[in-house]
């Protein structure tokens, strides 16, 4: 039996390629949009659904479009996010408040009520950055960013240790890739979304070690 994906943020970049490589591997794939609508992404496997995770409201309409559709997931990655502040010096206060909404916020209250649809052996896949790495920090840019994915890796540590004989819980860097969320990944990025795809897809079918986090790039283990 094909097993179920649900991918946050699939109308482009990352979200949009680990779509189409589980797709092309026989999974049935949920993706999410902030629209509900993804352009040029069409198959019989793939079902598009509503999602801003900004927005409260949307967040308990798809729980309970899950649950009135009675579908169980085998995977979910949590892929969405933004980084209005990338490539910036020192915080500013909306987009701040707007980055945590999106990837803190939004993320942990939808993975809570998501928990309950995820099947007994299932895995959750928290697409983070070393941007967010304590250790690895030597930078002062992207004060808002790399803030919020320290906090989205301390979820990951406290949902492993919740969920450690349900699920298998995993910490992501996707690699430098480039993708439009900001002007140096377009031009220096070193992955294509199709070539951090599937390396994250070979890892997600992989038999990791839960609570681990995982650097797609170097194919190892990185810091906190």
Known sequence: MSKTILITGASKGIGFALAQQFLNNGYFVIGTSRTGEIENLFHSNFTNLKLDLSEEETIYKFDKNLENRKIEIDILINNAGIGPDLDTFKPEKESFK????????????FTELLCKHIKNGGK???ISSKMGSIELCERTDSVAYRMSKTA????TKILTNRLL???????????WVRTTIAKDNIINGRLSTDESAIKI?????SDFETGIFWDIEAERKTEW
């Not at 989205?152 to 979820?155: G, K, Q």
């Not at 004989?165 to 690699?175: E, F, L």
Request: aromatic share 14%.
């Open 98 to 109: 707007h980055t945590f909404d999106v990837n803190v916020t939004g993320t942990v209250f």
């Open 124 to 126: 959750i896949i928290n």
């Open 152 to 155: 989205l890796n301390m979820y």
């Open 165 to 175: 004989d349900k699920q298998k819980i995993a910490t992501v860097h996707p690699g």
């Open 201 to 205: 897809f070979n890892f997600v079918t």
